[in-house]
């Protein structure tokens, strides 16, 4: 084990390890120590003594006013170096014992960060995830989205890198995939980016679902800018997943809608309390549409963001509150992330959300090793990655229960209550009402249809 | 907020974006025909349309809005 050890080395060498002009080795310390393999590329650090800042104060003390001196005589010197793990709480007691300069010897545990943050590797991979999300016992149930229209609005699927990655066949739904004008390619088709990852990891509580393709970020709009596509894009989008939706029989309606992007700027948006904003404003067209499509019975889930408070994004332009617009509806699934440790990822966007509080509403797995859409060696990552693996396993429920079963707002409900609470008080603005959790889910829908049977 | 703004306006059911032009008083050289006349929620009759900034200042309040048209992004991979 890893040891910081506390040395009274004679006046002159404190005083040269404290002093900041010179720079004193641990060779100059000490010699050896019997039993320590002594870390000479670690610079000894002097350590002032705590003494009783009042004349008689206890000298054993450490809860009573204090001053510290960094007197030579006083001071003390740590080094650093490791023992054996054999018996090593007994080394630890015997060495002062063996030593008249050794003080103390104390543990170093190892101290780093377990956040994980944009440009951090992979944490796991999508087996891990698949495992989590209990994928086995999904589709061992029947719960495998056959049937079920899963739209991914994003930059477009290539569904011939898909396929290889998860390797096996997947269906496009050209039929009822819809590209804005201007726009060329076709459904399934296009490079490999953004939306290919997103449809990687919405198959894998869902294999069996037909996406739609909708590369509404591919838009190019006038008044629009080199890289991006415009609100009124996703508005359109909508607008075709409705007659979608509507063209549905209604007794087995089941389209989920996956949205990994936001505004990330209000730079581009009026300001909150005008008629016209977007980011707080749910009359806005889009955030019209947005509950008008829920209401016919679409599931509707909105990554995050990526502007957590430890790590965000540097596009991240919001001051606070950066759940924004329909990311924050009432009427969606604000998805959080966590990576497969179950540790929220610190670039995911904590609420409350701007059109309504609770937001998000849960967290799923994010920066995985998945669908290599960005390298070999790159995560699927962000609450972009979270929000279609979330997606998935609603597509994967909607197998058995359409929405005129469960309607999309019991949906939600259900996935809140049994939700994997992270913060041990319930709803919290880092985790929502927590992990989603599969096993909880299928007990709720395995009651539900002992009373009502499907 | 540059370029276009979006506009709502109520109309029948299967309206057309003639209808909505006239109704609002609009020429082609103001509306983004490309993008059409969009239905935001079939059961209110509500309608949503692209205008030029000016257009969209003028139409209103026989139109709802102007309202804010920002650009959209994908969130991951984080920078």
Same mark, same amino acid.
């Given at each position: 084990?890893?040891v910081?050890i506390? @040395?009274r !080395?004679?006046p002159?060498?404190?005083a040269?390890?404290?002093a900041?002009?010179?720079?004193? =080795?641990t060779?100059?310390v =000490?010699g050896?120590?019997p039993?320590?393999?002594?870390?000479h590329?670690f610079t000894?650090?002097?350590?002032?003594?705590?003494?009783?800042?009042t004349?008689?104060?206890?000298?054993?003390? #450490?809860?009573?006013p204090l001053v510290?001196s960094?007197a !030579?005589e006083?001071?003390?010197?740590?080094?650093?170096g490791?023992?054996?793990?054999?018996?090593?709480?007994?080394?630890?007691?015997?060495?002062?014992?063996r030593r008249m $300069?050794?003080v103390?010897?104390?543990?170093?545990?190892v101290?780093?960060?377990? @956040?994980t943050?944009?440009? /951090?590797?992979?944490v796991? =991979?999508?087996q891990?995830v698949a495992?989590?999300l209990?994928?086995?016992?999904?589709?061992?149930?029947?719960?495998?989205?056959?049937?079920?229209a899963?739209a991914v609005?994003?930059?477009?699927?290539?569904?011939a890198h898909v396929?290889?990655?998860l390797?096996?066949?997947i269906?496009i739904?050209?039929?009822?995939?819809?590209?804005?004008?201007?726009?060329?390619?076709?459904a399934?088709s296009?490079?490999?980016d953004?939306?290919t990852?997103?449809?990687?990891?919405?198959l894998?509580?869902? !294999?069996?679902a037909? #996406?739609?393709?909708?590369?509404v970020?591919?838009s190019?709009?006038?008044?629009g800018t080199?890289?991006?596509g415009?609100?009124?894009?996703a508005?359109?989008?909508f607008?075709?997943?409705?007659?979608v939706?509507?063209?549905?029989?209604?007794?087995t309606r089941?389209?989920?809608?996956?949205n990994?992007?936001?505004s990330?700027?209000?730079?581009?948006?009026?300001?909150?309390g005008?008629?016209?904003?977007?980011?707080d404003?749910?009359?806005?067209?889009?955030n019209?549409?947005?509950?008008?499509?829920?209401?016919?019975?679409?599931?509707i889930l909105f990554a995050?963001?990526?502007?957590g408070?430890?790590c965000k994004?540097?596009?991240?332009?919001?001051?606070?509150r950066?759940?924004?617009?329909?990311?924050s509806h009432?009427q969606?699934?604000?998805i959080?992330?966590?990576? /497969?440790?179950?540790?929220?990822?610190?670039?995911?966007?904590?609420?409350?959300?701007r059109?309504s509080d609770?937001?998000?509403d849960?967290? =799923?797995? /994010?920066?995985?090793?998945?669908?290599?859409?960005?390298?070999?060696?790159?995560p699927d990552?962000?609450?972009s990655?979270?929000?279609?693996?979330?997606?998935?396993?609603v597509?994967? @429920?909607?197998?058995r229960?359409?929405?005129?079963q469960l309607?999309p707002?019991?949906?939600?409900?259900?996935?809140h209550?049994?939700?994997?609470?992270?913060?041990?008080?319930?709803?919290?603005?880092?985790?929502?009402?927590?992990?989603? $959790?599969?096993?909880?889910? @299928?007990r709720?829908?395995?009651?539900r249809a002992?009373?009502?049977?499907? | 907020m540059? &370029?276009m703004v979006?506009?709502t306006?109520?109309l029948p059911?299967? %309206? +057309?974006?003639?209808? %909505?032009?006239?109704?609002?008083?609009?020429?082609?050289?103001?509306v983004? +025909?490309?993008? &059409?006349?969009?239905?935001?929620?079939?059961?209110? &009759?509500l309608?949503?349309l692209?205008v030029?900034?000016?257009?969209?200042?003028r139409? +209103?309040?026989?139109?709802g809005?102007?309202?804010?048209?920002p650009p959209?992004?994908?969130? &991951?991979?984080?920078?």
């Amino acid at each position: 084990m890893r040891v910081l050890i506390q @040395l009274r !080395p004679s006046p002159d060498v404190v005083a040269a390890v404290a002093a900041p002009d010179l720079v004193a =080795t641990t060779a100059d310390v =000490t010699g050896e120590l019997p039993g320590v393999a002594l870390d000479h590329s670690f610079t000894p650090v002097a350590l002032p003594q705590a003494q009783p800042a009042t004349t008689g104060g206890d000298p054993l003390s #450490l809860h009573q006013p204090l001053v510290f001196s960094m007197a !030579p005589e006083e001071a003390s010197v740590l080094v650093r170096g490791e023992i054996s793990d054999d018996v090593s709480s007994a080394r630890l007691a015997l060495l002062p014992g063996r030593r008249m $300069d050794v003080v103390g010897v104390y543990a170093d545990p190892v101290i780093e960060t377990s @956040l994980t943050c944009g440009g /951090t590797p992979p944490v796991g =991979t999508w087996q891990d995830v698949a495992r989590l999300l209990d994928v086995t016992r999904l589709r061992s149930e029947g719960y495998d989205g056959t049937g079920v229209a899963l739209a991914v609005c994003d930059t477009g699927i290539n569904a011939a890198h898909v396929t290889h990655q998860l390797g096996r066949d997947i269906t496009i739904d050209g039929d009822r995939s819809w590209i804005p004008g201007g726009v060329s390619g076709k459904a399934g088709s296009f490079a490999v980016d953004h939306g290919t990852m997103c449809a990687f990891d919405a198959l894998i509580a869902a !294999p069996g679902a037909s #996406l739609i393709d909708v590369p509404v970020l591919l838009s190019r709009r006038p008044g629009g800018t080199a890289i991006d596509g415009l609100l009124s894009d996703a508005v359109a989008a909508f607008a075709h997943l409705r007659t979608v939706l509507e063209a549905q029989p209604g007794a087995t309606r089941a389209l989920v809608i996956s949205n990994s992007w936001g505004s990330f700027s209000p730079a581009w948006d009026l300001a909150p309390g005008q008629p016209g904003n977007y980011s707080d404003n749910a009359a806005h067209p889009f955030n019209i549409i947005v509950g008008s499509l829920e209401q016919a019975g679409a599931d509707i889930l909105f990554a995050a963001g990526n502007c957590g408070a430890e790590c965000k994004d540097r596009r991240c332009a919001y001051k606070g509150r950066p759940i924004v617009g329909a990311n924050s509806h009432p009427q969606v699934l604000s998805i959080g992330g966590v990576d /497969t440790n179950g540790e929220r990822v610190g670039y995911s966007s904590q609420g409350p959300g701007r059109l309504s509080d609770r937001k998000p509403d849960i967290c =799923t797995y /994010t920066h995985f090793s998945g669908s290599k859409a960005f390298g070999d060696d790159q995560p699927d990552s962000g609450t972009s990655a979270a929000c279609p693996v979330a997606a998935g396993l609603v597509a994967a @429920l909607r197998t058995r229960w359409p929405a005129s079963q469960l309607p999309p707002s019991q949906l939600r409900t259900l996935l809140h209550r049994t939700a994997v609470d992270r913060s041990d008080v319930g709803f919290d603005y880092d985790y929502g009402y927590g992990i989603a $959790d599969t096993g909880a889910i @299928l007990r709720v829908l395995e009651r539900r249809a002992m009373r009502s049977p499907v | 907020m540059v &370029g276009m703004v979006l506009v709502t306006v109520q109309l029948p059911p299967e %309206a +057309t974006l003639a209808q %909505a032009m006239r109704q609002l008083g609009l020429n082609e050289d103001e509306v983004d +025909t490309a993008y &059409g006349l969009v239905p935001l929620d079939p059961a209110q &009759g509500l309608y949503a349309l692209r205008v030029t900034e000016d257009a969209g200042d003028r139409v +209103t309040p026989a139109a709802g809005g102007p309202f804010s048209d920002p650009p959209i992004e994908p969130y &991951g991979p984080p920078r």
